[in-house]
């Protein structure tokens, strides 16, 4: 892809500015979603309206002008060229999405922790994803394991996405998108019921961890995800595991800890895999 986007602004970019674009575009189904670095802000539309011509499958690029924000999660997006249409499908591992690139998050760059997830499930499991979104954990996994999962998310058009991508994905009555702030829903529901819960919002996830735990079986495993500052890769999954027993409250045993993707610079995105017995 980042060839291809090089080769795009070939001639309009100069070769120091090309690369600055690198690792600053993701294409979701038919959008392109560009972060363009400051010093080339002013050549954003130019630069959109290249993409859209080369990129045959492109319909819409948008520029990204906010980090992704607020409790969705969500981000600004400018029209830079084509159409202004934020929904559109996305394809992965064998399911098929309907998703809205600025009104629920969705990133293409969590694939490889989804199909982990979902070889690490086990036939039979309730799996409660606390922050689902519009599905995308919870139907790769349900799709290739017979498990149950419970999709929470507080972001109703998240979880309107995520009722139609069920049914896309034909598994009606084995994924459930609850809309609903986490913490509430478990407490009013969904008590001891989880063999395996997700915790994909790793801005908060401390202060959802008692909730977690109140969602998990008597033993159960927690993937919990956390934001952690490291001067040395190879040092992020002991700072991250350590966090974690530092902040759980119960018996825990560490499965495994990884770096999902870097954040910014020396700052990443880690998933600590706990067993824990309550
Ligand atoms: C980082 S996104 C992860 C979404 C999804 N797991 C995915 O990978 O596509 C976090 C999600 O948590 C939702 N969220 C934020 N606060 C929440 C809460 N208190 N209860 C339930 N969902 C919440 C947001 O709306 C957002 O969709």
Known sequence: MTKMLKQAVDGILTEAEAE?????????????????????????????????????????????????????????????????????????????????????????????????????????????????????????????KKCHVYNIDINPDAARLCSENILLNKLKGTVESIEGDASRVIEEKLHDVGDRILMLLPERSDEFLESAIKAAKKKAVIHYYCHTHAEKKDQVSSLASQHFLSVVSIKSEILGAKIVRPVGPRFYQAVVDAAISK
């Open 20 to 144: 600055e674009l690198y690792g600053a575009f993701d294409q979701i189904g038919n959008i392109i979603i560009l972060r363009v670095p400051d010093s080339l802000l002013s050549k954003r539309k130019i630069i959109g309206e290249v993409l859209l011509d080369k990129v045959k499958t492109a319909k819409s690029v948008y520029y990204q002008s906010s980090p992704v924000e607020g409790d969705y999660r969500i981000r600004k997006l400018e029209l830079l060229a084509g159409d202004d249409k934020t929904e559109t499908e996305y394809k992965e591992h064998g399911c098929r999405f309907k998703v809205d690139v600025e009104k629920a998050f969705f990133s293409p760059r969590l694939s490889t922790e989804r199909e982990r997830i979902a070889e690490i499930v086990e036939d039979g499991e309730t799996i409660i994803n606390m922050f689902g979104g519009v599905g995308m954990f919870s139907i790769v996994a349900a799709k290739k």
